[in-house]
């Protein structure tokens, strides 16, 4: 069982209100060392430099989307068994389905809480030590 505090968590929004409410949640959760970005692009440079174990990310963002995002993670030899969940305001079907096929590993539909984020997590990288 891993511990939370030894994953790299990556968390990806580009609106600060809702970072710091999705960080809060992981920190109630007991992860510690979460790296922030404000946008797909700065996503891509974190994940080309650091080690990530998991990946958060918003869906709307205004330069690279959460769907182009997860299609360039996917893509990449380093990141593309990562596991990716993606944090949406909006839970439309479609959406669902078209992120399904390009390889995200589960959704979050906002706003975060912690006891959503705990099994939307523990669903794709198995129970978590706090």
């Known amino acids: 069982m891993p511990k939370a505090r ?40 974190v994940l080309e430099k650091d080690p990530i174990n998991l990946i958060l990310s918003d869906w709307n963002m205004e330069d690279i989307d959460g769907l182009t995002l997860l299609k360039m993670v996917r893509k990449h ?10 944090l949406t305001g909006n839970a439309d079907r ?24 705990r099994k939307r997590i523990e669903m794709v990288i198995g129970p978590i030590e706090a």
């Open 6 to 45: 030894d994953l790299n968590i990556l968390l990806v929004e580009d609106q600060m209100s809702m970072r710091l409410l999705a960080r809060q949640a992981l920190q109630a959760i007991g992860f510690t060392r979460i790296t922030e970005a404000r946008s797909g692009r700065d996503a891509m440079a």
């Open 77 to 86: 030899p380093k990141t593309g068994k990562t596991p990716f969940i993606m």
């Open 94 to 117: 479609e959406k669902v389905k078209e992120a399904i096929e390009a390889g995200v590993s589960n959704y979050i539909v906002k706003p975060v809480d912690v006891i959503t984020m």
